[in-house]
Nanobody, 125 residues
Framework: QVHLVESGGGLVQAGGSLRLSCAASERTFTRYTMGWFRQAPGKEREFVAA????????LYADSAKGRFTISRDNAKNTVYLQMNSLKPEDTAVYSC??????????????????WGQGTQVTVSS
């Protein structure tokens, strides 16, 4: 079982940037496909981005394309989400998740096995 801890959230003005990090406790980090999700107050959790085990493939929600970049450093057991040109509608709790059953990159949160507790991102207008 892997333990995930997110960091890097905070308050930023519209147009600003943040980089989220998700550190995993598991030494065999490369066995996991990793994803980022977010949940705003009163809304369902939604997919943001995902990255394959080696980092060679990525997948983004339409809302994230061109503004967000997911990456991973397997030597550091960490996955990142670089967020640029932030908008007030990006305000949410951002959580990372790990999936260890396949090599497929999934958008569905139901496919992910382990979750972090999340980090708050607030974008002011």
């Amino acid at each position: 079982q892997v333990h995930l801890v997110e960091s890097g959230g905070g308050l930023v003005q519209a147009g600003g940037s943040l980089r989220l990090s998700c550190a995993a406790s598991e030494r065999t980090f490369t066995r996991y496909t990793m994803g980022w999700f977010r949940q705003a107050p009163g809304k369902e959790r939604e997919f943001v981005a995902a990255i394959s085990r080696t980092g060679g493939s990525t997948l983004y929600a339409d809302s994230a394309k061109g503004r967000f970049t997911i990456s991973r450093d397997n030597a550091k057991n960490t996955v990142y989400l670089q967020m640029n040109s932030l908008k007030p509608e990006d305000t949410a709790v951002y959580s990372c998740a790990a999936e260890d059953d396949s090599y497929t990159i999934y958008r569905s949160s139901a496919q992910y096995d382990y979750w972090g507790q999340g980090t708050q991102v607030t974008v002011s207008s």
